[in-house]
């Protein structure tokens, strides 16, 4: 073309692009993000002392008050509630990541270079999936530290790991979403929790839907912290689990199928 | 393709009633520093993101070494290297993982991008604190870590956004003194600025825009020159000194003369000549003054001239930096 393109970009070579490239990039951005849990551990600290300590709190404050399913112990019947809850909190931290890079121009660095556009949010919920491992791992520990006993075997308690994992992921791009919409972290925050609590408390998580008003009940019982906690439940302690698990993929996919789109959207025009 | 590195013309963007860019044109021979000088607002900013393929234009075209921003943007982005307005920096990262990554997204092979981490860490005095989180930096490093980023890919064409911004004196000086290596090497380089001096310094052609237009564009040189007037300024001691300096010169120079107390003032498009005579003359009447000075236009009266309120007025108008959010709504 000119000397300008000669002399300044010769001797740069580049990866040929194939079609593994927007994973090569996406796995850049995701090990980004994770470094960011080993420089500020208060990330992962706070992250997982709160679900520590509704775990505590339900188990020993408030459960002797719960009426808990006929003939299950309320810890069982506690944990797969917190699971579930610890991955909705969680999922807040995709709203204030990406709030955070919006804010700070990483994003517009970003799409000014050769990379995939996919890759930004594809490594950010790729991380986010990887910390919730983490963090449901460590709750599993806790759970069976406070007494939670699986009564079914391995295999159906992975399952219920993976149907909570799935829910997780989906969420972190309806948090996408949200911190790509209010660019700003404190914003994000803010904006996430109304989101959060009636999904998390007017659930089936904590105690019983039973328990709660009529016309509560109908949501309480169909929606997805609900019908994925439920799921869980039925695949540690046994019993018909079917519905349940249909329930949770399927909202599971739905949301991720709505707001993928519209993540990916708002990432195009964000900046 | 000539010798053209960025080619703009007609631009137009708007972010729903605000009108960022109102047809903007200009035009960077390669490897040379082109300034665009203006007040925040002045749609500096979004002209930069659409060159940089962030943003898409509402009309008009752009072009990075014959490519088109738009069509062609993934060329485009393999060709340039962008330094924005913020220190566009992870915090968490090191200096040395920032440019990594920077390299690892720009395609660069993992070994190389590597290296050239290493080199541009070198470059830009940053080894010591290569393996401290940026958000350990001082604004100068960081502002360093950032412009080094944008060099990864050895692009050439390079956007630095405000480089200088908040910067002090010694920080500002060394970016300077890295810009005009870039250049040095054959890069080219687009420029955007409030710092009148900035662009008079670094830049070998400046576009003054204002409200999404390029109001004139001229060499530094010219562009004061087009302003016309130098003036002399002479300390006279006392006024009635300075009266009978006055009633002196203005007898015998054709030069604009304003008297105030014990100053005097000429303005003349032929400083040096008129400096000759005047002190000739007041030699010559045993009227030496006391104090003298020789005021060259500065960029912020051609600024003036141009676009009737000052830089700083405009700047000031719009502290909050209008650049970030530009995206959704003000312009820049």
Redesign the interface.
Known sequence: ?????A?????????P?TVL?PV??AV??A??NL??YR??PQLLVFSTIQPVIFVLLFRYVFGGAVQSLPGVPYVDYLMPGIFVQTTVFGAIGTAIGLATDL????L????????ARS?VLAGRTLADLTRNVFVTTLMVLVGFAVGFRVHTGALPFLFGMALVLLFGYALSWVFATVGLAV?DPETAQAAAFPVMAPLVFASSAFVPVETMPGWLQPFAEHQPVSVTASAVRALVIGGPTTSYVLQSLAWSVAILLVFAPIAVRRYR??? | ???T?ILVDGLAKRFGDVVALDGIGFEVP??TVFGLLGPNGAGKTTAI?IL????APDGGRAEV??LDVVRQA?QV??????A??????????TGR?NLR??G??????TA?ARVRADELLGRFELTDAADR?ARTYSGGMRRRLDVA?ALV?????VFLDEPTTGLDVHSRNALWEMIRELVA????VLLTTQYLEEADRLAHRIAVVDEGRVIANDTPVALKAQLGSTVIELGMGDADRAAEAGELLGERLAAQLEREGATIRLATDDGSRLLIDVLRQLGDHELAPATLAVREPSMDDVFLALTGHRAEDAAAAAEEPAG??A??GSAA
């Open positions: 073309m000119t000397a300008a393109t002399g300044a970009a010769a001797g740069t070579r580049r990866v692009r490239a090569r990039d850049a951005i090990g980004r470094i960011a420089r500020v804010k700070s121009g990483l517009e660095r970003f799409r000014s270079l050769p990379m890759a660019g025009r964000a900046v | 393709m000539s010798d590195a390669a490897g993101r940089t393929t962030i943003l070494l014959g993934d982005r393999q060709s340039i290297g962008l924005g307005q913020y220190a566009a920096v992870d915090p968490n990262l993982e990554l920077t690892r997204l720009a395609q660069l092979p190389d989180p980023a890919q050895r692009p050439p064409v090497d054959g890069t080219t970030r959010r995206g959704r």
